[in-house]
């Protein structure tokens, strides 16, 4: 999908692409801007030290950035069950088990976020000693757009366990999202604010 179409999609009624879809797009965009860094600093003396982290880089996170993009068709499959869901009668005694099976299955997707970042965020800490010094502001903008990434997938696991009928299944996700996105949220946090204190410093 082109990013105007997605954008027109996006504001349009249709209920997809959603936060899902946009997690997973600024996810990939800040894999594609840390592969970006990468690139356009490999082959230059000052950095041929590095030149097997570079091209590893590249490697891995244009990998990462194709397997992100495809979260976001993911994410509209994983809503039509929830959709469906719904739409049962809610005096049909089957509603429940279904409802709670597709609430479930809806948090796959921003979970597979947060795992696939994980291997993001490393990434952009280690470019900023490896990537170019005229690259360092793609760095920051490649951290505050994974934060944003990262933040977003967990609210799309907390609007789907909330629903649930099992709470203790919906705090044991919960947790597991929290343990997730509060470390990765504070690197990108720091890599962001290193980046900004470098760009300001004479």
Do not use: W
Not at 172 to 193: F, H, I, P, W
Request: aromatic letters at 4%.
């Amino acid at each position: 999908m082109e990013i105007k179409t997605f954008i027109q999609e996006l504001a349009s009624d249709a209920p997809t692409p959603g936060g899902g879809g946009v997690s997973a797009l600024t996810g990939a965009m800040a894999a594609a801007l840390a592969s970006m860094t990468a690139s356009l600093t490999l082959g230059k003396k000052k950095y041929a030290a590095y030149t097997t982290d570079l091209q590893q880089i590249i490697t891995t996170m244009q990998q990462l950035s194709g397997e992100l993009l495809a979260q976001i068709s993911a994410d509209a499959v994983g809503f039509e069950p929830l959709a469906k869901a719904y739409g049962i009668p809610k005096t049909a005694s089957h509603r429940d088990e279904i409802l709670e099976v597709a609430l479930v299955k809806a948090t796959e997707v921003p979970f597979t976020v947060l795992r696939l970042l994980n291997d993001v965020v490393p990434v952009l800490e280690q470019l900023l000693i490896q990537g170019s010094r005229l690259m360092q502001s793609d760095v920051g903008v490649a951290a505050a757009t994974c934060r944003g990434a990262l933040e977003g997938s967990v609210l799309n696991v907390y609007v789907n366990t909330r629903l649930m009928k099992n709470r203790d299944q919906a705090k044991e996700m919960n947790q597991r999202a929290d343990k997730l996105v509060t470390g990765l949220s504070l690197r990108c946090q720091q890599v962001y604010q290193q980046v900004s204190e470098q760009l300001q410093s004479n």
